[in-house]
């Protein structure tokens, strides 16, 4: 129970609401499409945002906070916002929403872009859907419950060592900006059997699902990874910032492995 809410019930709610709003976002970006032109401008971090993205993350909380007003809401388009209604019931809750994580891949025409959506209690992620309607797969994760791509539950493989791992990268700007950080990070393409950038979604839905087996970025937020945090934990990995510390609302990097094993090893490699 929290404050005389089970959790368990509002984890019900919550989950047919983000698959709802995952949808929504999807038929407002497939109408975009349809239409082909969007404006585009550049937000103070220079990072692009389209009026899809907005268009999106409106109707993403549309749908949120009529299913649990008692939540407040983080969108990256947005930002922070209190929840609709005040009371004990439900305190503690609140989304974590990104309406396209990839714009950029979006706005080149590539497929690799997403919506994710996740759901705090009492600061510890709970549930994630990670929707992306161009590849075709939906992963939907709940705590201590599961996760499942498209339906079917998946999970990570059991690869202990690094030389059997498959490998993927994503953002890495921050790191290769540290010359003795990229010397560590060549350590670790040198020892695993297979090497590819995926990047973004793509990446961690191949790690639930035994495709990866480790993934480190070094340029991150909290929305681009709060609700694929919640999938590689039900999927049975690990996932920490790249100094293995736990994920947080400042976390800006990710190591993930499929084992704890694989996981202190990479560690290892990062930081001797």
């Not at 407002?28 to 945002?49: C, E, M, N, Y």
């Not at 994503?170 to 695993?192: E, F, P």
Request: proline share 1%.
């Amino acid at each position: 129970m929290m404050h005389g809410v089970s959790v368990e019930l509002d984890m019900t709610v919550a989950r047919k609401a983000a698959e709802e709003a995952v949808e929504a976002a999807q038929q407002v970006i497939s109408d975009f499409l349809a239409r082909g032109d969007w404006h585009v401008t550049l937000k103070s971090d220079q990072s692009p945002v389209t009026e899809v993205d907005v268009a999106a993350e409106k109707a993403i909380k549309q749908v949120l906070t009529k299913a649990l007003p008692n939540a407040a809401f983080f969108g990256e388009e947005t930002g922070k916002s209190a929840a609709t209604e005040k009371s004990g019931k439900g305190a503690g809750l609140r989304w974590l929403v990104d309406p396209i994580d990839g714009t950029k891949s979006f706005i080149r025409g590539s497929r690799y872009y997403s919506t994710q959506i996740a759901l705090e209690v009492d600061d510890e992620l709970r549930l994630g859907v990670s929707n992306a309607p161009a590849y075709g797969e939906k992963m939907v994760a709940v705590h201590e419950q599961g996760a499942w791509l498209d339906g079917r539950q998946v999970h990570c493989n059991d690869i202990t060592s690094i030389d059997d791992a498959f490998f993927s990268s994503g953002n890495l700007t921050t790191l290769a900006r540290d010359a003795d950080a990229w010397s560590r990070y060549a350590q670790i393409v040198g020892r695993v059997r297979r090497v590819r950038g995926y990047g973004d979604f793509c990446h961690y839905h191949q790690l639930c699902s035994g495709q990866a087996d480790l993934i480190l970025e070094s340029d991150v937020n909290i929305l681009d990874i709060a609700a694929l945090t919640v999938a590689v934990r039900e999927a049975g990995g690990i996932i920490t910032d790249m100094h293995g510390q736990a994920v947080n609302e400042a976390t800006t990097s990710v190591l993930a492995a499929c084992s704890v094993a694989l996981h202190e090893q990479a560690l290892d490699l990062l930081h001797g």
